[in-house]
């Protein structure tokens, strides 16, 4: 059973690719300025890409994640959403915080905090749209027929991530009470109860794809929960090693953070044997593709790639370098970005009544976008290594380094032109869908 107020999800969606172009456009100016080519430097210098690229990675992957929820909430709860003209208020006002605050780092206004940058006073707009969201979407829910495991899990992996916002705008005057804090949303969110919602969005497009009866799916769905807090939780301790804090946390950080790969070992194998279970029916192969590519793309770039550099005896060296970069930017694609695009890719057919997924340009997009990213990945792990080396074994100076690794990034500017293209013919597809409407979303699957 459809409902007409899920299209609301549609411009979450559009949305959230209009701001992924924005944030693929700030990493090439990066990708340049790091080979020797920063003409943009007097207006867009370095340090603001980088917080403008990772805000917009945040903003883009909350707005399909809000995207997502209007759609499954629905659909779970068995009831219209509660309503919809608010539901577009909260749509723009989260577009406006989202633009205010990328247009207010070009004139300075940011706070130096990796991933927080938006200054304090914005912090309480975001507050407020959140907190609008979370009252449709729960109130839908509790409103509804009925309260599956899925509808849960996604709304409490919600919900924590907005709670989890509120330590990282506490004032502190130490840098050490800063950091340690900060930590609780960056890396609680990635490896904690965004993982959720990911479990959320995963448990339902494997309902929908596969066929495999509910109970068997969300069954999983439990271990996956269980192992995600039992690792991530105590696992921030590896964001703890050397920043001032109690030496247990090189123990308890190390233990914890290591069993961190198992909940996304479990998301990979429940993919891979619900496909296999299942009937192999449902017309829409492209979005399938992107759901267990998204299980699978996020066990290596966050389980296999994250614990690279989790020990205490790796992190001492690669802290704060392009391996850094390397785990990020496979972790953050494999995991959030093909989740939304999964989601996207299920979500459309239905909303709009096209159904483009037989299209070799959805195919293309799928296999440039990720080949592209494992080479992104390959480039930023090669230069990483070798910065690893001169600057923390062999002591050169940091400047010097920096221009020494600027060939990889020739490498990086090449394979990333590969997953913009493939970014491209994706958002082609999801314009040829035109708009959702009502009609199709009264036509049964
Ligand atoms: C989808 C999940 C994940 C995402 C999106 C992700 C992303 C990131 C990002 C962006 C950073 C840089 C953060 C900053 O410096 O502010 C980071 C750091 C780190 N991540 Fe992950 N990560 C994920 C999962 C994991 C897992 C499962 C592990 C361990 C097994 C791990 C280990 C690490 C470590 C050790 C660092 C610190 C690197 C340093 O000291 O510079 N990550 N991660
Ligand atoms: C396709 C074009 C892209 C290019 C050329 C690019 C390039 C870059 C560069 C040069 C940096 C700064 C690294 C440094 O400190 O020197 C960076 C940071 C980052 N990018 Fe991208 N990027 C692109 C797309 C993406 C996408 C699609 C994602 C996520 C799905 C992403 C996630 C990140 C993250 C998480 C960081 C911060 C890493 C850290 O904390 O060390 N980027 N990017
Ligand atoms: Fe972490």
């Known amino acids: ?136 979407i729960l109130t839908t829910l509790f409103k509804g027929k009925q309260q599956t495991t899925t509808a849960l899990v996604l709304s409490m992996g919600l919900l924590f991530a907005a709670l989890l916002y509120l330590p990282g705008m506490l004032p502190f005057d130490s840098q050490v009470t800063d950091s340690f804090f900060r930590w609780w949303v960056v890396h609680l969110w990635v490896e904690g109860v965004w993982e959720l919602i990911m479990g959320g969005i995963l448990s339902f497009l494997l309902i929908k794809l596969t066929g495999v009866d509910r109970e068997v799916i969300e069954k999983w769905l439990y271990v996956i929960v269980g192992l995600t807090f039992l690792s991530g939780v105590l696992g921030t301790g590896h964001h703890y090693y050397y920043i001032g804090v109690n030496k247990i946390w090189l123990v308890v950080g190390g233990i914890f953070s290591a069993l961190e790969p198992l909940a996304f070992l479990a998301m990979a194998l429940f993919a891979v044997n619900m496909y296999r279970k299942g009937e192999k029916k449902h017309p829409n192969k492209l979005a399938l593709y992107w759901t267990l590519g998204a299980a699978i793309v996020s066990f290596v770039g966050a389980g296999l790639l994250g614990f690279a550099h989790t020990l205490p005896q790796t992190n001492i060296y690669t802290h704060g370098t392009l391996v850094t970069a390397m785990h990020g930017h496979l972790a953050f694609w494999g995991a959030y970005g093909m989740i939304v695009f999964a989601i996207i890719s299920y979500s459309l057919p239905n909303m709009t009544g096209r159904k483009l997924y037989d299209s070799s340009r959805g195919r293309m997009a799928y296999w440039l976008t990720n080949i592209g990213m494992i080479g992104m990945t390959v480039a930023f792990g090669v230069a990483g290594v070798a910065q690893v080396y001169l600057e923390r074994k062999f002591k050169m100076d940091f400047m010097l380094v920096q221009k020494e690794i600027a060939v990889h990034f020739l490498v990086l500017v090449l394979c990333a032109t590969m997953f913009a293209t493939g970014i491209t013919l994706f958002i082609i597809d999801f314009y040829k869908h035109g708009r959702p409407s009502d009609e199709a979303l009264e036509i049964e699957e």
């Open 1 to 136: 059973m459809k409902y007409k107020s899920q299209k609301v999800a549609y411009w979450f969606f559009a949305l959230s690719m209009l701001l992924l172009v924005l944030q693929i456009t700030y990493g090439f100016i990066m990708g340049f300025a790091r080979m020797g080519m920063d003409g943009l430097h007097e207006f867009i210098p370095f340090n603001t890409a980088r917080a403008v690229h990772t805000n917009l990675l945040v903003v883009w992957l909350l707005s399909g994640f809000m995207g997502a929820a209007y759609y499954i909430i629905p659909e779970e709860a068995q009831r219209e959403l509660v309503n919809v003209k608010l539901a577009y208020v909260q749509l723009i006002s989260l577009a406006l915080v989202g633009v205010t605050a990328i247009i207010g780092f070009h004139f300075n206004i940011w706070e130096g905090r990796k991933f927080l940058e938006i200054p304090r006073p914005l912090d309480y707009l975001v507050v407020v749209n959140v907190l609008l969201f979370l009252g449709l």
